[in-house]
């Protein structure tokens, strides 16, 4: 909005020149969403509390810490961090940005399937709400429609094709194939990041450190000089994209401000949805699905801990793991919930680092 409005008067004042660049917005997005959390933070949660007299429903077969540290905690913090992240995109982004507004629609969406799921929890106080099909229907249906958007927003040559990390002009055609990985690439990421928000702080800080590459991609791939240096495919508009990731990452920050351990507001299914799909429709708009994988790596193993103990489990009638997801597993082995959640964080910086040496190595 700010950019529609202020980039047409510099001419007259030309201080507003600096409107234009990408590099400013991202960080009016980060700063403006960051503040909006903070301020509007302590208020929202006082109301979710008064709306939410027993907090999020405890699952009774978890961990039994938790039974004890985090009952009474208010979910559907997800709102927050939905509401800011949505005000600052539409503040700081051309509002005619064809890659804005599919989106937002998947994070809007997602984020309105994980409020509907947290709030049959809290109505019938159990840690049950939507069932699994439902929520995969819904997610389908907005997923589809958001990529059939991007296909139609994609050049020719990437229309139906899959770069692959590492190797420069690469491409992987898939026809009309393309549209069932794109479905799990975005539906895939949304429920990998609700998968492993289960611990304090676990689940926001590696989406902001994959929304930190993903700005960059963004921003080099919607940028035709950056893309033919460092020979990744060139995705004009998408560079819009980075000032979106800089919303993410600011209202992640201020989530985390209240959210840190000893949590005083879990995201619940309303932002672990919505900011999966947000990455994975980032990554399919940009054309680096792949390196999603890899950057999101953490998000994809406590997906496949949970993958392997169920078909272990109806295979052989035993358990892999003590308890999935994998942070699960390792509290059940006695580590203490800061050490799981730090080193988790560190495990996704080194894969972000990984992920970011494709945009050279080639």
Not at 82 to 94: A, K, N, Y
Not at 176 to 184: C, E, G, N, R, W
Not at 254 to 260: E, K, M
Request: net charge positive; with cysteine.
């Amino acid at each position: 909005m700010l950019p529609d409005l202020l980039v047409p008067l510099s001419d007259q004042i030309s201080a507003l020149n600096i409107f234009r660049y990408l590099t400013f917005r991202t960080g009016g997005a980060v700063m403006t969403a960051l503040l909006l959390s903070l301020v509007i933070g302590p208020a929202f949660i006082r109301w979710l509390k008064s709306h939410q007299a027993e907090g999020q429903p405890i699952r009774q077969d978890g961990p039994e810490s938790h039974i004890l540290t985090k009952a009474g905690t208010p979910t559907m913090g997800g709102l927050l961090i939905l509401g800011c992240f949505t005000i600052s995109t539409l503040l700081w982004v051309p509002l005619g940005n064809a890659y804005l507004w599919p989106v937002l629609i998947v994070a809007i969406g997602f984020g309105a399937i994980g409020g509907m799921d947290d709030w049959l929890k809290l109505k019938r106080k159990t840690s049950a709400g939507l069932r699994s099909y439902q929520k995969l229907v819904l997610q389908l249906v907005i997923a589809l429609t958001t990529i059939i958007l991007l296909i139609e927003l994609s050049p020719d040559e990437l229309r139906y094709g899959i770069a692959v990390p590492f190797f420069k002009d690469t491409l992987i055609y898939l026809s009309y194939f393309y549209v069932p990985f794109a479905l799990i690439v975005i539906v895939g990421a949304s429920n990998a990041v609700n998968l492993t928000d289960g611990l304090d702080g676990l689940a926001i800080v590696p989406v902001m450190i994959a929304a930190g590459v993903f700005a960059l991609i963004a921003y080099l791939s919607g940028n035709a000089n950056f893309a033919d240096y460092l020979q990744i495919h060139y995705v004009a508009g998408t560079g819009e994209l980075a000032v979106l990731c800089g919303a993410l990452i600011g209202a992640g920050l201020g989530f985390l401000w209240f959210n840190a351990p000893p949590a005083r507001v879990f995201m619940g299914d309303t932002g672990s949805l919505a900011l999966g799909g947000a990455l994975g429709a980032i990554s399919v708009a940009t054309r680096h699905e792949l390196v999603l994988a890899i950057t999101g790596g953490l998000f994809v193993l406590e997906t496949v801990s949970v993958i392997l103990q169920v078909a272990s489990f109806k295979l052989t009638g035993k358990r892999i793991f003590l308890m999935a997801p994998l942070h699960h597993h390792f509290e059940k082995k006695g580590w203490a919930e800061p050490t799981i959640v730090i080193r988790f964080w560190i495990i996704s910086v080194i894969l972000a680092l990984i992920a970011l040496s494709t945009l050279k190595l080639r």
